[in-house]
């Protein structure tokens, strides 16, 4: 039995047992070839990231893909959304939770992926551990520059969603970071001037940061 459990702009999520569906949506506004080239594109890439990423971190595992649908079907995985439960935890645990935050994102960077949509609410914990969702914005980059932007689109959302204790939360992700990264020198090094540059042009920079994410996206399909 299929049942709806969320619709997004891109796509419809649906739940079959122990199993999620992923439905990317048409969008009426495009030539139907264009749209149906785009969703397929994008269904071919975001199933090549969640068969790699799988193996190493704690994401759902693909379980099967149709491009020509652009459908994916992948593993369900139940908890508690982080950006629902984070900021009612006792302090320990919230910051051992960033701390394991951090870890799973050094893991996906050092295998040259980008999430691109860091924030709490991609982020499940299951049991003990974090589970990092929607990848739907992914991308493959080698760059510091792209690690370091992840990082402070994730830093944004902290400050967004968990703003009383953003910066205790922060540190952790950084010190989990550190612990399984392979380049943290050099992504710290870029993240630095990063946020020099966010405090530079103001507020309207962590908007900026995520707008050049899209477009290397956009670039990269045409």
Request: proline letters at 2%; glycine letters at 6%.
């Amino acid at each position: 039995m299929e049942k709806i459990i969320a619709r997004g702009a891109e796509a419809v999520l649906i739940r079959k047992g122990k199993s999620l569906i992923k439905r990317r949506v048409s969008k009426g506004y495009r030539h139907p070839q264009l749209d149906s080239w785009i969703r397929e594109r994008r269904t071919r890439r975001e199933s090549k990231i969640l068969d790699k990423v799988s193996k190493t971190i704690n994401s759902p595992k693909l379980i099967r893909s149709d491009a020509k649908k652009a459908e994916i079907e992948m593993e369900f995985i139940g908890g508690k959304t982080i950006s629902d439960y984070l900021d009612k935890m006792p302090p320990k645990e919230a910051l051992k939770v960033c701390f394991d935050i951090g870890s799973e994102v050094g893991l996906l960077h050092s295998m040259d992926i980008i999430h691109g949509d860091l924030t709490t609410s991609n982020m499940i914990l299951r049991g003990d551990k974090i589970w990092l969702i929607d990848f739907g914005l992914g991308f493959h980059s080698a760059r510091p520059e792209d690690k370091a932007v992840d990082l402070r689109l994730l830093n944004q959302a902290l400050k967004s969603k968990h703003f009383k204790r953003a910066e205790d939360y922060y540190k952790e992700v950084l010190r989990g970071y550190k612990v399984t990264s392979r380049e943290e020198d050099k992504v710290f090094a870029q993240l630095k001037k990063v946020e020099a540059r966010g405090r530079y042009k103001g507020k309207k920079k962590g908007r900026v940061d995520e707008s050049l994410i899209l477009l290397k996206k956009f670039k990269s399909e045409f």
